[in-house]
């Protein structure tokens, strides 16, 4: 897994946008999130990876991109785009 797709999922976890969700559906939002961070925020994942670090910017684009995708996320049996 690139290093900024595990930033991406990593920063999910800790910051507490997996905490409502049933513990078995965790990987199959990581997975969902990966394609998603792929699928519409390449030039994130980019900036991610060229920087190495995570800027405050960084990180307020991060945590959007992830809110869209949770409100994706079908109640937990899945992962939308």
Known sequence: MPVEEQVAVLFAGSRGYVDELPL?????????LRDS?????????ARIRDEKQLSEETEKELATA????LKGFDG????TD
């Open 37 to 45: 961070m792929g699928a519409h925020h390449e030039d994130l994942l």
């Open 66 to 69: 992830i809110v869209e995708y």
């Open 76 to 79: 937990g049996k899945g992962a």
């Open 24 to 32: 078995e559906r965790v990987a199959a939002f990581g997975h969902g």
